[in-house]
């Protein structure tokens, strides 16, 4: 019976009952590792994100402020979505349809559509990129959620062709101005 089990040898490492000094320096807080900054007091990490969050709670919220599209101007919720499909207008054409609903808030707040029939996941997500950074510089009207949701022929679109469709259907929805989006000549 000893024979079908045989345990495995288990070799015994030698470690010293010492435990050996750290060869690698100490890290300190950033206030005691610059000593020559003493004379310059610096928030806590916890009183500057509150004076963050004061500062930003009076400034209006734009899509140009930083390079991407922030959370308050995005259709995150499934009811919010369900509620653009259910309740919206609709516009569309070869490349793109775009629902919207008004809302009662002072900014547009945009939601993208692209389903599997696009592609795999790495066109999918060019195809949501393109169309998030084409509708965040367009100077839209205030008031509406907006949902963009891409056809198939959207995954061969480079990001002008996009563009221009979005400019296209925004414009037909009465969101933008008539010379919203387009290049001067």
């Known amino acids: 019976m000893s024979d079908n089990f045989r345990r495995p040898l288990v070799a015994q490492a030698h470690l010293p ?52 599209m922030r959370k308050e101007l995005r259709l995150r919720r499934r009811k919010d979505f369900d509620a653009v499909f259910r309740q919206g207008r609709s516009w ?8 919207t609903i008004p809302n009662a808030l002072d900014h547009n707040r945009y939601g993208f559509v692209t389903g599997r029939r696009l592609g ?14 084409s509708i965040r510089v367009l ?3 205030p008031g509406w959620d907006v949902v963009v949701s891409a056809k198939t022929r959207a995954a061969e679109a480079d990001f002008h062709e996009l563009n221009r469709a979005a400019v296209d259907l925004l414009t037909r929805a009465g969101i933008l101005g008539e010379n919203a989006g387009r290049e001067p000549a």
């Open 17 to 68: 009952t010492k435990e050996a000094p750290s060869l690698a320096p100490s890290r300190l807080h950033e206030t005691q590792q610059h000593q020559e900054r003493q004379g310059r007091t610096q928030a806590s990490h916890a009183e500057g994100q509150v004076a963050a969050r004061r500062l930003s709670g009076a400034r209006a919220i734009h899509a140009h402020a930083g390079t991407s």
């Open 92 to 99: 569309h054409n070869e490349l793109l349809v775009l629902r």
């Open 120 to 133: 795999k996941a790495v066109v999918r997500n060019r195809v949501r990129r393109r169309l998030r950074e």
């Open 139 to 141: 100077p839209a009207s």
